[in-house]
């Protein structure tokens, strides 16, 4: 029952074979012939994280989550020990980068025009952020965004672009968007950078 | 799951009362098989041998099972509250759930008997039904308020409401906005969260009219929302010299993203391989994809497949369907999409199309680095000629059309009006100079100290369309097609416009549908209880006065415009200017609208009847025990 996949006014009794093995000869042709993991050859797609995950061989943060920690945020340096992991989905065109110290998550992130950061709701936890800006810019170019992984949180943090709007006048637009959530049963903490 | 020689695609079409089987692989050349049914259908689910379908008048869950020379026969039929709509069964598959939209009922069906096993009250249109994994209870949403109804599965059922305000980024922390359109929900594979597609009235955002479309998530351990609440004064870090003063701005302080990346959301699948929900944007004529992995996942969207019109199309023969729908701004390809569902390996969405009667073979984005999603033509079948004459059939495909510049800002008439119905909103009409237009809340300004509006409830249309005139709350059109050219203003931010050819065309398209093509909600045939007779005694009573005004033999309305004495401006609306008149409603189905009066101000008719006094023919000398019967009659109408 559980797999019933319908919804809505439609419903799909069952699954066209041709069009089962077409999306298979699509995944034969993978990228540099990368190792495909044993869900990939269930037919099961990866989502975007997961699956640069399982191609770059980076640690993904939701298959190892950090232990259960309270220690304050790493200092600069520490940082550049830490372990490089993958997200979850990774879909921004923002360029970014996670990385994982005890349970603080890091991502830097380089995009154009960013004015502001901000935490739009969050359940626990102080979020850190940090704006790369030139001197010479009126806005920053890259943005760095910290904070404790923990079970039972929920985070979303918008990440925004000053733009010229109406009049001449200056104005914001979302950039991209991070989401933390790591509920109590979920395997790991799921992050997407959308 | 499925019986290997059932190999097919069930879907209900219910401007056809015809349920159609089409053998998968989808071969664009077979036609399907439609199966007559006894009424509209409204849903349909296949399991194990068996196939069970929604009938919304006569309300029935309808037991059907696979027959090679009719495709699908009925062996069990079950009476149900009429309006029978959303279909579920618990994990056991042992019972089936069924919403019952008008009557605002859920039912329980044993299927082993076929026979009710229980029906219980609950919010006004209860549409999507959802059961939880433990088979436990089930989540109902609604089409006219934000809270879902939870209902515990033993015995006796019991159901309680659950809050899950829409968008929370895009309102003040403690003011929750209003929520329309919940036809939809669905459950992740583990079932741990809930996903709900609707329209959050009054979200905040630049140039927000109508508000935001908002998919929110529901937490099934502890009925939480999964979303923080959104913090006053939230953390934030501005680039150096960047001057702007966001604290304290409203539009500001809310996300920036686009407000309503799908609109008129109709229904949500999950796609597990992706991890990611599919929903059905009935307004613009797409297929919208979402990263289910994300708290707010309405955001940013991962994917949008637009479907409205084919390349092909464009050289369609002047004066045919395809060629006066492309004139008037719609769908050629797929319009109003209602329905979706997934193929087996998932990278193949079929997507019914109701304003087109189509179904479109939609290729889905595989969401993996390296594979990028190439746009291709979309292949789809045509199901079936339109219900209806040519003028009303486009007047179909406008109704439900939110991209069509000259009828709306970006919503249809679908979305205030679902089914013909009512949002079961109270809008706020903000005019300026030069422009009137409608917004979700006080919230929503057109300009500064521009804000709140005179409140303007949205009436019911199906079954009460037919008169010529006058239209509006204020019997400002003296005809049909006049109230919905002013529409055409109303529902967007700013001023409309267009050639007075384009508009006129439009409002007579539409005019014929709302007669011809919505279908009024059902009504019991049946005589009067004493009570009700006794109701309608006092009604037509020259004491009371009711049949003056409310004049039975025409829709229970005059249609003439009367003062309202003692109106108090609510709160957040702006006091009505001196002089203005109400057109007497009809009270054709009014048991199922509420709440009442142009500003929404009584929320019952108990409570309309017991706070009348004598403003509205008289009621201050009747009993308890008349004004309950007077109540009761109008219930019946």
């Not at chain 1, 950090?66 to 304050?72: L, M």
């Not at chain 2, 009938?55 to 149900?80: F, K, S």
């Not at chain 2, 979303?227 to 920036?256: H, M, T, V, Y």
Request: charged share 25%; hydrophobic share 40%.
């Amino acid at each position: 029952m559980k797999k019933l996949p319908w919804i809505g006014t439609v419903l799909l009794g069952a699954l066209a074979p041709a069009q089962a093995s077409e999306s298979l000869i699509a995944r034969a042709a993978e990228p540099d012939g990368a190792a495909v993991g044993p869900r990939a050859e269930t037919g099961a797609g990866l989502p975007d994280g997961r699956e640069a995950a399982a191609a770059s061989g980076v640690r993904a943060l939701e298959e190892a989550p950090p232990a259960p920690e309270r220690t304050p945020r790493p200092a600069a340096a520490e940082w550049d020990a830490a372990e490089p992991v993958r997200l979850a989905r990774d879909r921004s065109s923002a360029a970014c980068k996670a990385r994982m110290r005890r349970e603080w998550l890091r991502i830097d992130c380089t995009a154009p025009s960013l004015a502001a950061v901000r935490t739009l709701g969050a359940s626990a936890g102080e979020a850190w952020f940090s704006l790369d800006q030139n001197s010479s810019e009126d806005l920053a170019t890259g943005v760095s965004v910290a904070f404790p992984v923990r079970l039972g949180d929920r985070r979303v943090i918008e990440i925004l672009a000053g733009t010229s709007a109406y009049r001449g006048q200056i104005g914001i637009s979302t950039s991209f968007v991070i989401s933390e959530q790591w509920l109590d049963g979920d395997a790991g903490p799921l992050v997407s950078v959308l | 799951m499925r019986a290997p020689q059932d190999d097919a695609l069930y879907l209900a079409d219910e401007d056809h009362r015809a349920l159609r089987r089409i053998p998968l692989p989808v071969d664009v050349s077979a036609p399907p098989i439609a199966i007559a049914m006894p009424g509209r259908p409204a849903q349909v689910l296949a399991i194990e041998g068996r196939v069970l379908v929604t009938i919304r008048d006569p309300g029935l869950l309808l037991v059907m099972q696979p027959d090679p020379t009719a495709g699908l026969v009925e062996v069990a039929r079950v009476p149900l509250p009429a309006d029978a709509w959303g279909l579920a069964i618990t994990p056991d598959e042992r019972t089936a759930l069924v919403t019952s939209a008008w009557t605002g009922k859920v039912s329980a069906v044993d299927l082993a008997t076929a026979t009710k096993s229980w029906s219980i009250d609950v919010p006004r249109e209860p549409r999507g039904v959802v059961v939880r994994e433990d088979g436990a209870a089930a989540y109902i949403t609604h089409l006219t308020s934000a809270a879902l109804t939870r209902i515990d599965l033993r015995s006796p059922p019991q159901a309680r409401p659950i809050a899950l305000s829409p968008s929370p980024y895009r309102a003040p922390p403690d003011e929750p906005r209003a929520a329309s359109l919940g036809y939809a929900a669905a459950l992740s594979p583990d079932g741990r969260r809930l996903f709900v597609a609707r329209h959050a009235l009054g979200a905040i955002g630049e140039l927000s009219w109508f508000g935001a479309a908002s998919v929110d998530v529901l937490v099934t351990g502890n009925d939480e929302p999964l979303a923080p609440r959104r913090r006053e004064a939230a953390p934030s870090r501005l680039a150096r010299d960047f001057e702007l003063d966001i604290a304290g701005d409203q539009e500001l302080e809310a996300p920036r993203s686009e407000l309503a990346p799908f609109v008129q959301p109709r229904a949500l699948v999950y796609r597990e391989s992706t991890r990611t929900l599919l929903v059905a944007s009935e307004g613009t004529d797409a297929l919208v994809e979402l990263d289910a992995l994300s708290v707010e996942p309405t955001l940013r969207p991962l994917h949008t497949y637009p479907l409205g019109s084919s390349p092909a199309l464009a050289g369609a023969a002047p004066g045919s369907l395809d060629a006066l729908s492309r004139d008037a701004g719609v769908a050629t390809l797929c319009g109003a999409p209602s329905g979706v569902a997934l193929s087996g390996d998932e990278s193949l969405a079929w997507v019914y199309c109701r304003s087109t009667d189509t179904l479109a073979l939609v290729r889905l984005d595989e969401h993996k680095a390296g594979v990028p999603y190439e746009p291709g033509p979309v292949p789809f079948i045509r199901l079936a000629k339109p219900p209806l004459p040519e003028q009303a059939a486009i007047g179909r495909k406008l109704f439900y059309n939110a991209t069509d510049w000259i009828t709306s800002g970006g919503l249809g008439c679908a979305g205030c009006h679902p089914d013909g119905r009512d949002d079961g909103h109270v809008w706020h009409e903000v005019s300026g100079g030069d422009f009137a237009n409608f917004f979700g809340s006080a919230d929503n300004r057109p300009m500064a100290g521009l804000a709140g509006g005179v409140a303007r409830q949205t009436p019911m249309l199906a079954g009460r369309v037919s008169a010529e005139g006058p239209y509006g709350w204020n019997a400002q059109s003296e005809l049909l097609a006049a109230r919905i050219l002013e529409g055409f203003g109303l529902h967007r931010w700013g001023m409309g416009g267009g050639a007075d050819g384009a508009l006129s065309l439009r409002a007579s398209y539409l005019a014929s549908f709302l007669r011809e093509g919505l279908v009024p909600p059902p009504r019991e045939d049946r005589p009067l209880t004493p009570e009700e007779k006794h109701g309608f005694a006092l009604f037509t009573s020259e004491a009371a006065q009711c049949s003056r005004c409310h004049v039975p033999e025409t829709e229970y309305t005059d249609r003439t415009g009367y003062p309202m004495p003692g109106l108090v401006a609510r709160p957040g609306f702006y006091r009505e200017k001196k002089g203005t008149v109400y057109k007497t409603p009809s009270l054709r189905f009014i048991a199922g609208t509420a709440p009442y009066y142009h500003d929404g101000s009584a929320r019952t008719l108990e409570a309309l009847v017991e706070q009348n006094e004598d403003r509205m023919g008289r009621t201050s000398h009747m009993s308890r025990k008349d004004k309950a019967a007077l109540v009761a009659f109008l219930r019946t109408l």
